[in-house]
């Protein structure tokens, strides 16, 4: 166990931001299932608005550095060649 205060006060902020993070890996996990649910029910519309929620949180868990820049590009570049292909049925 730490003996320094701020030792104790870096294990206190250091679970309010693995809460924070998991939270937020959460709803990115949940809205991609969505996202496959609606590609594999082939409804066009809603997947290509969720494809652009999707965007929007990848992008701010990115700014909020919850993930890296390279894997959240890598996650809507996927979602994309899923809907392009969806389309091209």
């Known amino acids: 166990m730490p ?3 701020a ?3 870096w294990i206190r902020a250091g679970r309010k931001r693995r809460l924070r993070n998991e939270g937020a890996l959460g709803e990115l996990k949940t809205l991609a299932r969505k996202f496959e649910r609606f590609i594999q029910g082939k409804e066009k519309d809603k997947a290509s608005s969720l494809l652009k929620a999707v965007a ?3 992008d701010k868990a990115v700014s909020r550095g919850i993930i890296h820049k390279n894997r959240a590009s890598r996650k809507k570049s996927r979602l994309a060649r899923k809907l392009a292909a969806l389309f091209g049925q």
Do not use: H
């Open 3 to 5: 003996i320094k205060k």
């Open 7 to 9: 030792a104790l006060k």
């Open 56 to 58: 929007k949180k990848l």
